[in-house]
């Protein structure tokens, strides 16, 4: 499975979104910035994510974007769907397309649905907090400098 670009950077936007969470709200110019996003691409991100209830808008003068929930509350399912609807791994989940040739005949797509769910629960357990959190910098502890020392 690939995310498409548009959920990539879905996750990416909401990501930058959260790290504001403490600090107010941000503007979907300053996480086009920050995300070195195109301000367009954000921008229908932010709609499709607004629409889903997963960032909240406020206009005025003290208005911006905000988290629509906390972001513990927040999963990478959430965002995939936002973006681009329910998880499916094959088309012959959705009963509304069956252009599938085997549609009739195929004894794997009564699984379908099992894998889909295992794959939704698997992306169910990555939260916004633990996605959004940045690496600790790679600063090399005075304990790990005395082991590369030579003796």
């Known amino acids: 499975m690939r995310l498409s670009n548009l959920a990539d950077y879905a ?23 920050e995300t070195a996003l195109p301000a367009p691409t954000v921008q229908k991100i932010v709609s499709k994510l607004s629409g889903a209830g997963l960032l909240r808008s406020e206009r005025g003068a003290k208005g911006g974007l905000q988290l629509g929930r906390p972001a513990a509350a927040i999963t990478l399912t959430d965002i995939v769907e936002a973006v681009e609807g329910p998880i499916a791994l094959t088309a012959c989940v959705d009963e509304t397309k069956a252009d599938c040739s085997l549609h009739d ?10 894998v889909n769910e295992a794959m939704r629960g698997a992306l169910s357990e990555i939260t916004l907090d633990r996605l959004a959190r940045l690496p600790a910098a790679a600063v ?12």
């Open 11 to 33: 996750v990416v936007t909401m990501c930058a979104a959260a790290r504001h969470c403490g600090g107010g709200r941000v503007s979907a110019s300053e996480l086009a910035r």
């Open 140 to 151: 090399p502890t005075p304990e790990l400098i005395s082991t590369m020392e030579p003796a």
């Open 105 to 114: 005949s195929c004894s794997v797509k009564p699984h379908w649905p099992l």
